[in-house]
């Protein structure tokens, strides 16, 4: 079983509406990134969060320690946010454990 | 652009040959990271460097792979007789000191081992 679970694998939404994509890890964690990849494979790294909430634009992420679990919410969903959104952490060393990701497609 | 560039950018060898990656960091970073990702999965840990020193190497790199960084700025990482196994994209990203700091991915090298 991966560290790092992501779902759902693939998403499909229209363009408005409100997204939801999970992550579940397994160990005990020092933080947790938010990553963005674009077709051709650039990554842009969008939250780390170690505890509570963040927001940034249209973009919100939440994370709950105690049931190792965190979410990340695009509000107002547009064909531009469509990307692979990665879930990582960081646990007791210092590298990072990488999700599958979540394969995000916004149709206008 | 995050300002970790990666060279080249796509790499075709043949099965045998040996292949360098280049990366390099923001430059007032000192962690140095090296990642293997292959199609539909996520990136994997290969290798990281504090400054020139290399702390931490995956099981994931055997024998022939070796990563360098010599005066703490550039890396480098180079696959001996690539296998057609070895093809993958390579990602390199950089941060200021922990794990805990925002991590800057380079574009990446793509490499195809005929």
């Known amino acids: 079983k991966n560290e790092v679970e992501q779902s759902p694998q693939n998403l499909t939404a229209q363009e408005g509406e409100f997204i939801t994509i999970n992550c579940s890890y397994s160990?005990?964690?020092?933080?947790l990134h938010w990553l963005q990849q674009h077709p051709g494979g650039g990554i842009v790294s969008l939250f780390m969060?170690?505890?509570g909430k963040k927001k940034h634009g249209r973009l919100i992420a939440t994370i709950n320690i105690q049931e190792k679990h965190s979410s990340l919410h695009i509000t107002a969903s547009h064909p531009r946010d469509s990307a692979v959104y990665i879930c990582?952490?960081?646990?007791?060393?210092?590298?990072?454990?990488f999700g599958k990701g979540t394969k995000l497609t916004v149709n206008p | 652009d995050t300002g970790v560039s990666q060279n080249p950018r796509h790499k075709i060898t043949k099965r045998g040959q040996n292949v360098t990656f280049r990366c390099d960091p923001i430059?007032?970073?000192?962690?140095l990271y090296w990642y293997r990702q292959t199609l539909g999965q996520g990136p994997e840990f290969l290798t990281y460097?504090?400054?020139?020193?290399?702390?931490?190497k995956s099981r994931l790199l055997s024998d022939r792979f070796s990563a360098e960084r010599p005066k703490g700025s550039f890396s480098t990482l180079e696959i001996q007789r690539t296998e057609q196994g070895d093809s993958a994209m390579y990602l390199c990203?950089?941060?200021?000191?922990?794990?805990?700091?925002?991590?800057?991915f380079g574009p990446g090298t793509r490499l195809t081992v005929l």
């Open positions: 430059s007032e970073h000192n962690r």
């Open positions: 160990v005990g964690i020092s933080a």
């Open positions: 990582a952490v960081a646990g007791g060393s210092e590298k990072l454990v």
């Open positions: 969060l170690s505890s």
């Open positions: 990203a950089s941060s200021r000191d922990r794990a805990t700091d925002t991590q800057y």
């Open positions: 460097f504090q400054n020139e020193a290399q702390l931490e």
